[in-house]
Nanobody, 117 residues
Framework: QVHVAESGGGLAQPGGSLRLSCAAS?????????MSWYRQAPGKEREMVAS????????NYADSVKGRFTISRDNAKNTAYLQMNNLKPEDTAVYYC?????????WGQGTQVTVSL
């Protein structure tokens, strides 16, 4: 059974860092999935933060996180990561991991990131 689980969220101060992980289990071909991170702040729509292609050679970021966040993946470990540096209060949201291959799209339950003094 396919399962996606995010971890690594928590409380950080402005300017601080967090590293999110997205572990995928039950995938026969994890390397075929495009991995993405989304976030949803209270009262706002879910937005794409970063995405990485199957081989890792194509990466996209939302303008709001460019230069601060880095997405990566380890296909041998069936895991994707989001390194978040120089965090800002406006980065506060629930962060979700998406695994997509054609019509297949699996989501995790999300992990809360709060940036506050």
């Amino acid at each position: 059974q396919v399962h996606v689980a995010e971890s690594g969220g928590g409380l950080a101060q402005p300017g601080g860092s967090l590293r999110l992980s997205c572990a995928a289990s039950g995938f026969n071909f994890f390397s075929m999935y495009v991995m993405s991170w989304y976030r949803q702040a209270p009262g706002k729509e879910r937005e794409m933060v970063a995405s990485i292609s199957t081989s890792g050679d194509t990466i996209n970021y939302a303008d709001s996180v460019k230069g601060r966040f880095t997405i990566s993946r380890d296909n041998a470990k069936n895991t994707a990561y989001l390194q978040m540096n120089n965090l800002k209060p406006e980065d506060t949201a629930v962060y979700y991991c998406s695994s997509r291959w054609g019509a297949r799209n699996y989501w995790g339950q999300g992990t809360q990131v709060t940036v506050s003094l």
